[in-house]
């Protein structure tokens, strides 16, 4: 079985702290991506990455970066944390073997007082 | 500018009924169509998908129907279960972007409820 890991569950930080979130997956993928889910919007594309140091923009990177320096390992970078980024994010990996399929973490909720 | 719709926020169906829950594209570009399931507080996990070469396809309980010159897909879960109450999303893949497959659209989701 595919498995992506978020290293937190649930965080919460102040307003203009930096802010990690760490996902792993164990399966070799090629492509990594980071979402954000929030009520009545879906689930929207951040930043993904198709190769180790590559990255693309989504649909809404502003106020995001992101790091790959290992295949397994992407991680999401909130520079300075603002309210409106207080969400659920999700971590997914998918390779050009799995058929169209992303897998997804189990999410990392991240509020931001 | 949505892309991918699902206009029914929300479905209430009687256990051992049919659910049906729809999906409406505008990018006729988009060559692969999946269907997520999200549990609260848990990732999606992928459920069925569907190539644009074909209209339908089927696995147990769950077939997915495209319908292309309509722009439109439905998934159908029959009987319905009380354990399938959650949220559907449709998924649609940009085939050319940034050079990555398995790149996504989502709708908005639909939520399930199954009563017993």
């Known amino acids: 079985d595919v498995k992506v890991t978020q290293s937190s569950r649930y965080l919460v930080k102040r307003t203009g702290e930096k802010v990690f979130l760490e996902c792993v997956q164990d399966?070799?993928?090629?492509?990594m991506f980071w979402y954000r889910q929030d009520p009545g919007l879906g689930l929207r594309l951040i930043y993904f990455?198709?190769?180790?140091?590559?990255?693309e923009k989504g649909d809404i990177p502003e106020g995001y970066s992101v790091s790959r320096e290992k295949k397994e390992r992407f991680s999401l970078i909130l520079e300075s944390a603002s309210t409106n980024q207080t969400s659920m994010y999700l971590c997914?990996?998918?390779?050009?073997?799995?058929?169209?399929?992303?897998?997804f973490g189990e999410g990392s909720w991240l509020t931001v007082v | 500018d949505q892309q991918v719709k699902q206009n029914s926020p929300s479905l209430s169906v009687q256990e051992g009924r049919i659910s049906i829950l729809n999906c409406d594209y505008t990018?006729?570009?988009?060559?692969?169509f999946l269907w997520y399931k999200k549990y609260p507080a848990e990732g999606p996990t992928f459920l069925i998908s569907?190539?644009?070469?074909?209209d339908k396809n089927e696995d147990g309980r769950f077939t997915v129907f495209l319908n292309k010159s309509a722009k439109h897909l439905s998934l159908h879960i029959v009987p319905s279960q009380p354990g399938d109450s959650a949220v559907y999303f449709c998924?649609?893949?940009?085939?050319?972007?940034?050079?990555?497959?398995?790149?996504?659209?989502f709708g908005k989701g639909t939520k399930l409820s199954v009563k017993p």
């Open positions: 569907i190539s644009s070469i074909k």
């Open positions: 990018n006729s570009m988009f060559d692969y």
């Open positions: 990455s198709y190769d180790v140091k590559m990255k």
């Open positions: 998924a649609a893949r940009r085939n050319s972007y940034g050079g990555s497959q398995g790149n996504l659209i």
């Open positions: 399966m070799d993928h090629e492509n």
């Open positions: 997914a990996s998918s390779s050009e073997g799995s058929g169209n399929t992303i897998y």
